[in-house]
Structures are given as C-alpha cells and as structure tokens.
C-alpha cells in the first residue's frame, strides 16, 4: 500500500512539473495564435516586446527584421485555428506543434501546406520568455528539409 502511494505522488508530481512548463508555452501559443489572426503591426510589435526574453530585446539591432518575419507568416498564412492539430515535440523548454489555417477541416488529412510548425523554445531561467523567436513554417517545408 506504502509503494502505491509513493508512485501515485511521484505520479502527481512529475505531471504537475509538466503541466506548469506546458502552460508557460500554451500562454505564448495562444498569444501568438491571437496575433497571427489580429494581423497588425502593432499585434506583432507587441507579441515580442511581451515575450522576447529582456537580454535578448536589449541586444536587438534588427526589431523591424522580425516584425516582417512575422508579417510574411501571417500573410501567406492568414488567420489559424486555436486547435493544436498535432503537438511534435513538448519538453521542459521547448515546445513543436501543427497548427491549421482557418478553415481547413481535419478530416480527410490536411495538406501539409494548410499546416502550420509552430516552435517555442522557452527561456531557460525564465519560461514566461521566449530564448529566441519563434520558428515558424509550413509543414511541406519541414518536410522537404
């Protein structure tokens, strides 16, 4: 009964270490899910200057750089659904998923060019923060690497 217990608290505690890192990329996700569907400027500029780590802001020479970045995305995207469509890779500092344009149904399977690859790689020290931006892509991209 003891070796139960301790299992079942072990169980309980590793799951609720997961789930605290899983919410600080699921914060960032939906935030970005929101701006991608937002579609301004100001959404972008707003997205990094909230969740690009400090140091990483401080040293940016190039902030108009990555607003385009994210603007291509969203415009040869467009909107996108709040689903995760497949999550590729969860560890404690990163998190890959598939996320589908607006629209798109999951059945029949999806073409790989309505799926969007969303990576987040947390800050280490401080998981509310992004190590570096985004990547982001078309699934048929990732795919022809």
């Not at 609720?16 to 991608?36: G, M, N």
């Not at 709040?82 to 399977?109: A, D, H, N, R």
């Not at 969007?116 to 992004?130: C, M, Q, R, S, W």
Request: net charge negative; aromatic share 8%; glycine share 4%.
């Amino acid at each position: 009964m003891k070796t139960v217990l301790l299992l079942l608290l072990f169980t309980l505690n590793i799951q609720s270490h997961q789930e605290k890192v899983s919410d600080d990329a699921k914060v960032i996700l939906e935030a970005w899910v929101e701006t991608q569907n937002n579609g301004t400027d100001e959404a972008i500029t707003s997205f990094i200057k909230t969740y690009y780590k400090p140091s990483l802001l401080a040293q940016m020479k190039n902030f108009e750089d990555h607003v385009k970045f994210y603007r291509q995305v969203i415009d040869e995207f467009g909107p996108i659904q709040k689903v995760i469509f497949e999550e590729m890779e969860s560890t404690k500092t990163k998190l890959k998923v598939q996320l589908l344009k607006e629209g798109t149904p999951l059945v029949p399977t999806p073409q790989p060019e309505e799926i969007l690859v969303v990576e987040i790689d947390l800050d280490a020290k401080n998981p509310k923060f992004l190590e570096r931006g985004l990547g982001m892509g078309a699934l048929i991209c990732y795919i022809k690497r």
